[in-house]
Nanobody, 114 residues
């Protein structure tokens, strides 16, 4: 299983970015998909997760600003990020859980300038 993420970049505070991630390979039973991020000098943290039934979970810091979505037919998960803040600067990693394994993408850098 491979995950390919795209969409990172440099944006000014208040701007928007959309991250996309596509899973390929031996895909047969993904239950949840999501995004973590790792800010500079900090540990990796959950950003958002979406289950197969569409239920979602967000970190408090991004609620109301970020929206996660998935396409079960295309095995993709997207993260729409609005009202970006400098503290959102991080490497963003997509992941999927196909029991019993969690697979990670390579990471995409998001930099928000003040």
């Amino acid at each position: 299983v491979q995950l390919q993420a795209s969409g990172g970049g440099l944006v000014q505070a208040g701007g928007s970015l959309r991250l996309s991630c596509t899973a390929s390979g031996r895909i047969f039973a993904i239950n949840f998909m999501g995004w973590h991020r790792q800010p500079p000098g900090k540990e990796r943290e959950l950003v958002a997760r979406i289950n197969r039934d569409g239920s979602t979970l967000y970190a408090d810091s991004v609620k109301g600003r970020f929206a996660i979505s998935r396409d079960n037919d295309k095995n993709t998960v997207d993260l729409e990020m609005n009202s970006l803040k400098p503290e959102d600067t991080a490497v963003y990693y997509c992941y999927i859980r196909q029991p019993p394994t969690i697979y990670w993408g390579q990471g995409t850098l998001v930099t928000v300038s003040s």
